[in-house]
Each structure stands twice: as structure tokens, then as C-alpha cells.
């Protein structure tokens, strides 16, 4: 949500920060600061665009220290004085924190008392008087007496002209990469920030005090035990973080999914069946499980939906799929013949982490599939694969939903072989999965026509979503990315479920995008949107290449390629996106960063 960059080495650090800033914009922020130490300090905040602060951020500013945060209000106001860095008393120490401080309310009062002036409603402002209070002639030390007595969540960055060749960093619940190389010591909350100056770094651990110096890196914790951890190499790009000619990083990640999903392929397939490596630490164990729990949230829950499916269909595993929002806090019984499956693109979603912890705390064997590289919810899973599709930007996601079914494809394929499911039917599956790529190109190239249907329908302010089996996940998730990023109000629905009561809304004004493949439900979805249509309803169709009978009885039709059942959450979820997209595009929003919405969700 919040984004935090701070730089110490050679160069000028403004600039540096200024660009780490700007790449992590997309996870969504109001207000934003940069503080650089030279002889004298120069703290400058906006509201609003990261434009308005370079504005104010006067070029000749120099300095080889510095830290800047980009804030997504959460205690006071969207103010100049709530952006971050937040200061002590004396403007002497620079504090820029992503997460929540649960107890700083009685913190704050005790401060007041001792004499300390608050000029913000942040809970963050807390921290800098904290270390202002126990600063005596070391900066990490003084963080370290003031984290003892904070409760909540931190990923946070100090800077002091008191002790002034140094960074100090800290992590709980938050994350935190760092960098020390020849060009000097980065620190930011987000890896896209640091790509440019470096793909190795390191992952701070809950708990951990890192100093950083100008070409030194010591962590410890907080009672002074060094902590070593190792350097993960991100194998991300910068083109990959840049919107290469389009116009928005939604309509790159659409673009881009042909290869995304050849990349969360690669390697991966064999003839009949499917090699994981990062599964070899648990393949025994997995044998044994009688049953799948994925628990995730937003898209990557509409992506476990589909899984269910899969593990069900593919491998004969049962598979139950929970948001993670309502798993950590149900008294649901962790059981050790089963595995808890975690989808998370950023790898730091706060629900989805707790959901872990908890299961970890409880002794249940956990997988992830994440795309992030060296994020929570990759290192502290028993195990699991990486999606391999680059870094999204976009609020909205898009790539990371397509890898994701691509990948619980190849999961329930891995837990199919190591079951009855035949050569012959692994076969079959790898077959489907391979063509995958050249589909996609195909549907891709719908994308004109679909930007015609969605000049049809934008000017509706209500959608239906509806789907069965494979395709009911991609109707939750096509409403999901048109409420999102157009703000008109979408539902979706199993189309079972339309005689139960959504029926009721269905009139002229009320069109419905039927997902409408050619399987083995089709004859249901037919019936479904004849009883739409005969209450004056219009239908959308998705329907599959030669299905000639559907063309009379709905409005527009989207014809896909023939794919098996296996493959339609892709195939059908990426014309979703595109007429979302399309439709955000005529209303002109920031569909790149939704109004209320962030990237990473790392507050529960
Ligand atoms: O990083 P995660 O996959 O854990 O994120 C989960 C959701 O926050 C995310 O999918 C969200 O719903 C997207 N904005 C949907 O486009």
C-alpha cells in the first residue's frame, strides 16, 4: 500500500528516491515525502501526485543520504503533515513506515507528558519522539530500545543528522529488501524499486535491525544477535516494470499473458506429466494428503475457485477454497493429512500471511504459489512454485490470475500422476496446456472487437457475470475487474443460482455477460440465458469458435478457440479483461491505480 525507497552511497540520493517512488506508484498512495541529510536537512511533502513533490523537491537539493515514503492514509487525514517522513521535536531524526502501530495511542500520551509536540495525527510520529527519547549516541540503538516498546506492524526506515552516515531499518509484518552493492545501500518496501540499481537483495525477517552503511550491511535483532540472510536474485527486468508503448500497465499485463503463462510453464511440462522442483522437499509428504485448502484472496481466490475444480477433476483430491479473510479467524481445524495451498501474486497480503501463520502455528503442511521472489508468504511456506511471469503493476491483476490457473494445473496434474490419473490422461493435459500459448495470441487479438461491444455497453451502470463449473470463477472474476477499474456496479453469479434470486434485477437495463463455453454444462448455460432473455434482458455471450446456435438467441457474441475444460478459466477470464479494460478506457479512469484500492494489501 504505502511505499518506502531510502538511498546512501555516492550519488545524489533525491533522484534516486524520486525514481523508487515513481515505480512503486502503482500500489496505490495520496500523499508522499522525501528527506535528504546533507550539512542540513531538507524535508519536503505533497499531497497528492508524486508530480506535485518533484515539483517542490528544488533540483539543486544535494545529498548522499536520504529516505522518501509514499503514503496510503490510514491514521489521519490526507495531509502534508500525516505524508511521512515524520520527525521528532528538533527535526533531527526521519522516520518513513508502512504498517500500523496498535498501541500508540498510550505511547503518544506518555510522550506528550514527557514534553514531546506532536504535529501529526499519525500513529508513526510516535516512533521518531520514541527514538528521540532513547537516542543517546547511536542511532540503532536508540530504534531498537523504542521497537521494544511498540506494538503492530512495521516495515520502517530512520535517517538522524545526530548519527548521519546511516540507514536504519526494521521489519515486522512489513516487508523490507535491501541492497548493498558498489553504487551503494538501497532500502525499499517494494523489489521493483531496487531492479534498477540491482536484482540481488536481501529479505528482511520479522524482527530484524539492519544498519546501512554506504557499503555495509549488518543485521540483528533486537537483542543484538547478528542474523544473517541470504541474497535472493529477483529474476525480474526493468523493461518488465515500465509500460513499454502502452498506454496503461493493465493492457501490457493483458498483452503479455501468452508469454506469461509459457513462462509458469517452462520446464516444468514432461510428455504425461508435470516437474516441480520447488515441491522435491515435500513430494513424499504430499502423497499421503487427502485433501486441498487453498485459502487467498481478491483474484487469487476467484483463481483457487478454479483450482478446485482441477484438483477435484484432474487428480480426485477434494479440494475446499476459503478467503483468507475468514480462515484465520474460524475455528477451523488444522489437520495434518492435508495441505494448505496459499495463492498470493505479491507474496504480502496480510490476510492471506495470517491464514499461513496460522496454519503453520498449528503444524499443517503449506504450499505456495506467489510470483514475488524472497516475499512472506514465498519463504514461509513448507514449499512451493513461483509464478515466473515478472513483476505486476497494475492495480487490477491480470497475468498473475491466467499463471495462476496455468500453475494449479500443473498442481493437480503433479498430485493426478502421483495418483491413478493415467499416462494417457497426463497426456492429455499437457497436450492442452502446451497449445496454451497460441491461443492466447488468438484471443488477444479480439481485442478491437471487443473494444466495439464495449463501446455498446458503457454507458450501463449495472452488469451481470454469470458462468458454470470452469467459467463460474471467471464471471466472479470479470465483475470483480469491471467494478474495479470502471466503478460500475458488476455481479457475479453460478448461473445455477439466477432463479434464486438474481433474476429479480434482470430487465433492458440490466445486461448480462454469459460465459458460455462449449462443455459439458452448455445445454444449462442455453437455458439460463433463455430465461434472461425472455425477461427482456440483454446477454453479452462467450461462446466457443463454431457454436452456431447461440448467435440467435443472444446480443453479441465473443467466440473463443476450443480449448478443454481444463484451460477456460484462462481462455474466457482474458476477454474479461479486455472489454474491463476497454470500458475504464471511454470512462476515463486511473484504471492503472483504481480510486481506494492498492496493490498489495498489507494490513488486515
Ligand atoms: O497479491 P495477492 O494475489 O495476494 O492479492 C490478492 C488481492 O488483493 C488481489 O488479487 C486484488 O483482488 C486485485 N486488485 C484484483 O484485481
Known sequence: MCGIMGYIGENNASPIIMDGLKRMEYRGYDSSGVVVLNDKVTCVKSVGKLEKLEKKLKKDIHGNIGIGHSRWATHGGV????AHPQHDCKEEIFVAHNGIIE????????????????????????????????????????VKKSLSLIKGTYGLVVVSKKDPQKIVVARMFSPIAISVNKSGGFVSSDPVAIIPHSKKMVFLEDGDV??????????????????YREETEMDWNIEEAQKGGYPHFMLKEIMEQSDSVANSMRGRLTEDAVKLGGLESVEKQLQKVKRVNIVSCGTSYYAGLAGKYLFEDISGVPCEVELASEFSYGKKQIKKDEVYLFLSQSGETADTLAALRKVKNEGGLSLGVVNVVGSSIARETDAGVYNHIGPEISVASTKAFTSQVTLLNLLALFFGRQRELSQKQGKKIVKSLSDLPEKINKILELSSEIERIAKKYKDFSDFLFIGRRYSFPVALEGSLKLKEISYIHAEGYAAGEMKHGPLALIDKSFPTVALCPSDSVYSKMISNIGEIKSRGGRVIALATEGDKQIEDIVDDVIYLPKVEENIIPITFAIPMQLLAYHIAVMLGTDLDMPRNLSKSVTVE
Open 79 to 82: 495531509t502534508e503533515e500525516n
Open 103 to 142: 498501541n500508540y495511542k498510550e505511547l503518544k500520551e506518555k510522550l506528550i507528558e514527557q514534553g514531546h509536540k506532536f504535529i501529526s495525527d499519525t500513529d508513526t510520529e510516535v516512533i521518531s519522539h520514541l527514538i528521540e527519547h532513547f537516542f543517546e549516541s547511536n542511532l540503532e540503538e536508540a
Open 210 to 227: 539492519a544498519v546501512i552503511k554506504k557499503n555495509k550491511l549488518s543485521i540483528t535483532n533486537l537483542e543484538n544477535e547478528p542474523k
